[in-house]
Structure formats: structure tokens, C-alpha cells
């Protein structure tokens, strides 16, 4: 058993993420009985595929829907309203539509976007576009001439 140093910054978002975060949770499109509910998120790369993970508990796979152009993701969906006639001691629940869209760091392959739900967390594979991929330059030998070099000569 290893013992590690505690971190108190472990945990901590750096402080452009914290205002992205809030910035795209403040200008929400309000329904009738308050704001759309938020979805949290993670976004990450796994090798040449990027990975987003949204938390949607509650929902059944056939109420989300799931877009893909370019670089960017857009997730949607709709919380169900509360039955009426209930009288609610705490509400923390929203109900009503959302929209979330990701901004990823290069062009993707929609054709290949896989999703998988379950527990209530969506999980999205983008594999990269193979225009954003590095590619392996060959590199000539040295003592042949170079086209564009002798053309011009």
C-alpha cells in the first residue's frame, strides 16, 4: 500500500474552465417553470478518438439525441415535467429541454461516432477525421535531386 501526499488543489478547476462552465450555464434558454437543466460533462481523448461523457440520469435512450458536424457535438434532450398536483417539500430536479454543444479540438468522423447508455451516463467515441491525424512524411534520400528544385533550374 503506497502513501500518497494530499493535494489540496486536486479536484480544483482552473479558473478559464470555471468561467467557461458558468458562462454556459447562465445563458440558457428559460422554459416556463425555470431554466433548462444543465448537463454535466467530461471530455477527453482516448488514442485517436475523443470521448464525452454526460451525466443524463433519468432518461431513457430514445429521449436523447445526439448530432455530430465538423468539430462539434451537440447533445439534446428533455427532462419530463412533474405530475400534477404534487406538492414538493425540496426540488432540485429540472424538468424540460436542454441542449449542450462541445466544441472539439479538431474535425471528427461522423460516420464513426459510436453511443453507449448506461446508468445514466451517455458515453460518445468520436474517432478524429482522418484529415485531422498526423501523417508520417516520407523523407527522401539525399542524393537523388528534388523535382520542384530542378524544374525551376
Given at each position: 500500500?503506497?502513501?500518497?501526499?494530499?493535494?489540496?488543489?486536486?479536484?480544483?478547476?482552473?479558473?478559464?474552465?470555471?468561467?467557461?462552465?458558468?458562462?454556459?450555464?447562465?445563458?440558457i434558454r428559460p422554459n416556463g417553470f425555470g431554466f433548462a437543466p444543465p448537463v454535466t460533462l467530461d471530455v477527453y481523448t482516448q488514442?485517436?478518438?475523443?470521448?464525452?461523457?454526460a451525466a443524463l440520469p433519468g432518461l431513457a435512450p430514445d429521449s436523447i439525441e445526439v448530432t455530430a458536424?465538423?468539430?462539434?457535438?451537440?447533445?439534446?434532450?428533455?427532462?419530463?415535467?412533474?405530475?400534477?398536483?404534487?406538492?414538493?417539500?425540496?426540488?432540485?430536479?429540472?424538468?424540460?429541454?436542454?441542449?449542450?454543444?462541445?466544441?472539439?479540438?479538431?474535425d471528427v468522423d461522423t460516420d464513426k461516432v459510436q453511443a453507449h447508455y448506461e446508468h445514466g451516463v451517455l458515453r460518445l467515441t468520436?474517432?478524429?477525421?482522418?484529415?485531422?491525424?498526423?501523417?508520417?512524411?516520407?523523407i527522401a534520400n539525399g542524393t537523388a535531386a528534388s523535382p520542384a528544385l530542378t524544374a525551376g533550374a
Open positions: 500500500m503506497a502513501i500518497t501526499r494530499w493535494d489540496p488543489f486536486e479536484g480544483m478547476l482552473p479558473l478559464r474552465d470555471a468561467m467557461n462552465r458558468l458562462f454556459e450555464e447562465s445563458f488514442g485517436e478518438d475523443y470521448v464525452v461523457e458536424l465538423g468539430s462539434q457535438v451537440t447533445i439534446r434532450g428533455e427532462y419530463p415535467a412533474a405530475p400534477e398536483g404534487r406538492r414538493y417539500l425540496l426540488r432540485e430536479r429540472a424538468a424540460g429541454r436542454f441542449e449542450r454543444t462541445i466544441t472539439l479540438g479538431s468520436i474517432p478524429k477525421a482522418e484529415s485531422a491525424r498526423p501523417k508520417r512524411v516520407a
